[in-house]
């Protein structure tokens, strides 16, 4: 089955090449284009995309805000950002509002091809030019609780609660192995290895009140 590919772009001769150039790719089939925020998260729920390559400079709303709507609302959908911003604020920006990868503008087209294809395979993609120096540039001086994504941040404090993992995946409307997932990414990251030790952990960051 073909993966369906939605393009937010704001330049309207980049997001044409864009979409003749992936359309030439026998598994993949563009089913729309948006030139705004707006209408990128309109065309999302009216199309179903599995793939949405998502420009981060839209205007009127932004890629992170998008990213941000479309994750509550679509949470199957695979966002993949594609900026010229190498910056790791901005890439963790994006990764943090549910982008599942982030291409560089300047990659070529086989990098946003193989992109596509490895987020549909539940990877993350991250464009080796620039993306993962800036990362690692930025990892190299964060804290462990600095390396926790938005949702990580979320699932701890939840845990932290005494909350089970289907209750945490019924208030974030995610699934239980999403949870699981999460759970064993945060006791990586933080180098913890028990609920209890994540709720002690949780209570020293004012991640809960108990």
Do not use: C
Not at 105 to 118: F, G, H, P, Q
């Amino acid at each position: 089955m073909a993966i369906r590919v939605a393009i937010a772009e704001d330049q309207r001769m980049v997001r044409e090449a864009l979409g003749q150039l992936l359309a030439r790719e026998p598994d993949i089939t563009i089913v729309g284009e948006a030139a705004t925020g707006r209408e990128a998260i309109e065309l999302a729920q009216a199309q179903r995309p599995d793939v949405l390559i998502l420009d981060i400079g839209l205007p009127d709303v932004d890629g992170i805000e998008v990213a941000r709507t479309l994750r509550q609302r679509q949470p199957e959908l695979k966002v993949l950002a594609l900026s010229v911003h190498n910056n790791a604020d901005v890439v963790r920006g994006m990764l943090d509002a549910g982008a599942a990868g982030y291409v560089h503008k300047s990659a070529a087209l086989s990098e946003l091809v193989r992109a596509i294809r490895d987020v549909m395979q539940h990877h993350v993609y991250l464009s080796p030019r620039i993306t993962r120096q800036a990362l690692g540039e930025r990892a190299a001086r964060a804290t462990p609780h600095d390396l926790l994504s938005l949702r990580e941040r979320q699932v701890l404090a939840l845990i932290a609660e005494g909350k089970r993992s289907s209750e945490i995946a019924r208030r974030l409307h995610i699934s239980t192995a999403t949870v699981e997932v999460h759970r064993r990414n945060i006791m990586g990251k933080l180098g913890l290895h028990t609920v209890a030790e994540l709720t002690r952990y949780a209570i020293r960051q004012g991640l809960t009140s108990a």
